[in-house]
């Protein structure tokens, strides 16, 4: 791997995934040539994170189209791999409306080369709320491996670290997949940032020691009101950031705004398997958890810095 982990790469008429499953110990890429073998990629995880998910399913897109496949049946059979990140219906709705000239590809390149250049932009605006010597917090991964550019909450963090706004962050393991201890640390630690893994559980201490600052995180769907879904484990963070009186930022990409979805609770859920918990027990797995919008700080879009009332400062940017 070279010095940025790109989580999808098309080369020779295939979409070549590289398997964050497998992450960090072993680099392995899954060569898809048909819709349905990225729709495999997207549901077992060897792609994830909202933006990264939306770009495989527009390349899965263009290879039905290449392949004379029905266009209709490919959408959704994509579109039910998983629920809750908008950026998935969000990416095959663009695909649908481009259909029938040929062109699929190129839209799913210009939309990889637009998720680089709008987690730049909110990055650098991400990174003005930050002050040297800052510790910040994070969960799940939302870097580059996340969306295919060069990450949300995740690059907020890395251009902090190059302003000289960051001094360390601590990164939640995130349960039950571990995208903070396998792919958030690898990641930090690859660009020369001091990283420390804590166990999810141990957030509320590490507050109430004060150390830690900020927390910033990403988001698989914001609904029209400011709630927030993201990975599960978020909600309590946003809970001991008030409670602690610490700044909770989430930055996410536009296209993760559903102006169609009025609030949280509209929002589904993804409930996974239920061994990824336990093999030993029965379990609840909800992939997923909701912020109510009066818990977060402010917003980081590439469109700006949206801020309360979230109503209306989303208005402003949705996309519609
Ligand atoms: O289940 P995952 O790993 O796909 O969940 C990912 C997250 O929750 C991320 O925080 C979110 O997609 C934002 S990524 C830029």
Redesign the pocket.
């Known amino acids: 791997l070279g010095d940025e982990a790109a989580p999808l790469r098309w080369a020779e008429g295939a979409l070549l995934v590289l398997d964050q499953r497998a992450l960090p110990a072993e680099e392995r890429w899954i060569e898809c040539r048909t819709p349905d073998r990225v729709a495999d990629c997207i549901r077992s995880?060897a792609v994830?994170?909202?933006?990264a998910?939306g770009l495989a399913a527009a390349y899965g897109m263009a290879l039905a189209e290449r392949g004379g496949d029905d266009l209709a049946a490919a959408a959704e059979l994509l579109r039910a791999t998983?629920p809750t990140?908008v950026n998935l219906g969000w990416a095959i709705d663009r695909a649908l409306e481009a259909a029938g000239d040929g062109t699929l590809l190129e839209l799913a390149r210009r939309l990889h080369r637009e998720q680089e250049e709008a987690d730049r932009r909110l990055a650098e605006l991400g990174a003005e709320r930050f002050r040297p010597g800052d510790r910040a917090l994070t969960?799940?991964?939302?870097g580059a491996l996340?969306?295919g550019g060069y990450?949300?909450?995740?690059g907020v963090l890395r251009t902090s670290w190059e302003r000289g706004r960051l001094a360390q962050v601590w990164v939640d393991e995130t349960r039950p997949?571990l995208?903070g201890a396998r792919l958030t640390a690898w990641e930090l630690h690859r660009a020369g940032i001091p990283v420390r893994v804590v166990a999810d559980s141990a957030a509320g201490g590490l507050m109430a020691r004060g150390l830690v600052d900020r927390v910033v995180?990403?988001?698989?769907r914001i609904a029209a009101n400011g709630d927030v879904a993201?990975?599960v484990g978020t909600y309590p963070l946003a809970v001991l950031a008030a409670r602690h009186d610490v700044p909770f930022y989430v930055a996410?990409p536009v296209s993760t705004i559903d102006p169609r979805t009025p609030n949280g609770a509209a929002i589904p859920i993804e409930e996974r398997d239920a061994a990824e918990v336990t093999e030993t027990a029965e379990a609840f797995n909800p992939?997923?958890d909701v912020t109510p919008a009066e818990l977060i700080t402010a917003v980081f879009t590439e469109a700006g810095v949206l801020e309360p009332p979230y109503g209306e400062s989303i208005a402003r940017v949705a996309s519609g």
């Open positions: 995880m994830r994170g909202a933006p998910i998983r990140a969960h799940c991964n939302t996340a969306t990450g949300t909450a995740g997949l995208q995180v990403g988001a698989d993201n990975k996410a992939a997923f």
